[in-house]
T-cell receptor, first 114, second 115 residues
Framework: DTEVTQTPKHLVMGMTNKKSLKCEQHMGHRAMYWYKQKAKKPPELMFVYSYEKLSINESVPSRFSPECPNSSLLNLHLHALQPEDSALYLCASSPDSGRGDTQYFGPGTRLTVL | AQSVAQPEDQVNVAEGNPLTVKCTYS??????LFWYVQYPNRGLQFLLKYITGDNLVKGSYGFEAEFNKSQTSFHLKKPSALVSDSALYFC?????????????FGAGTRLFVKA
């Protein structure tokens, strides 16, 4: 299994809602990532987990809260988002955090904040 | 600072013709370089990478890339383009200053292959 899955595919939420994005991989990878991507732009790194511990937080606003319950799962909890947070949210995983390790991306969750 | 540049926003090529998507980099130490492709409303798909060894790297879907250290380039190539190759292409490098945790992406190049 060389796939990263993400649910839901689409999400529409109001600014007062609380929702969660989910990401799952069964490749035995120990590093997992959240990216935000605006249209026609490269992905922007948000968070990195390595061996289930948060390794990098790219100064992301606290309305985004990551969670790594186990080595296969990665969640992104959303609360009180702003319309400018509307984007494609990508999850990725890699065997480890080594520089030569390939990142495998999920299909993304298209988030719209009203 | 580490950086990746893709000088062309868009590349247009006729089906059956060779294609090149350009990438140059500025990285301290040995660069670990990647190419990804993204189709509309999809995640990024890995095409190929250069770690060490042979400067010509072969990847998925008939793509290849040539690592040129003196020109600090890693251009993506394909001998014969297909309409289905039309997509957004990203060159990337793992940032050595973060132990590889961070990936630095180029701005992306949109490839249009005309039938």
């Amino acid at each position: 299994d060389t796939e990263v899955t993400q649910t839901p595919k689409h999400l529409v939420m109001g600014m007062t809602n609380k929702k969660s994005l989910k990401c799952e991989q069964h490749m035995g990878h120990r590093a997992m990532y959240w990216y935000k991507q605006k249209a026609k732009k490269p992905p922007e790194l948000m968070f990195v987990y390595s061996y289930e511990k948060l390794s990098i937080n790219e100064s992301v606003p606290s309305r985004f809260s990551p969670e790594c319950p186990n080595s296969s799962l990665l969640n992104l909890h959303l609360h009180a988002l702003q319309p400018e947070d509307s984007a494609l949210y990508l999850c990725a995983s890699s065997p480890d955090s080594g520089r030569g390790d390939t990142q495998y991306f999920g299909p993304g969750t298209r988030l719209t904040v009203l | 600072a580490q950086s990746v540049a893709q000088p062309e926003d868009q590349v247009n090529v006729a089906e059956g013709n060779p294609l090149t998507v350009k990438c140059t980099y500025s990285v301290s130490g040995n660069p670990y370089l990647f190419w990804y492709v993204q189709y509309p409303n999809r995640g990024l798909q890995f095409l190929l990478k250069y770690i060490t060894g042979d400067n010509l790297v072969k990847g998925s879907y008939g793509f290849e890339a040539e690592f040129n250290k003196s020109q600090t380039s890693f251009h993506l190539k394909k001998p014969s383009a297909l309409v289905s190759d039309s997509a957004l292409y990203f060159c990337a490098v793992r940032d050595p200053n973060t132990g590889g945790f961070k990936t630095i992406f180029g701005a992306g190049t949109r490839l249009f292959v005309k039938a």
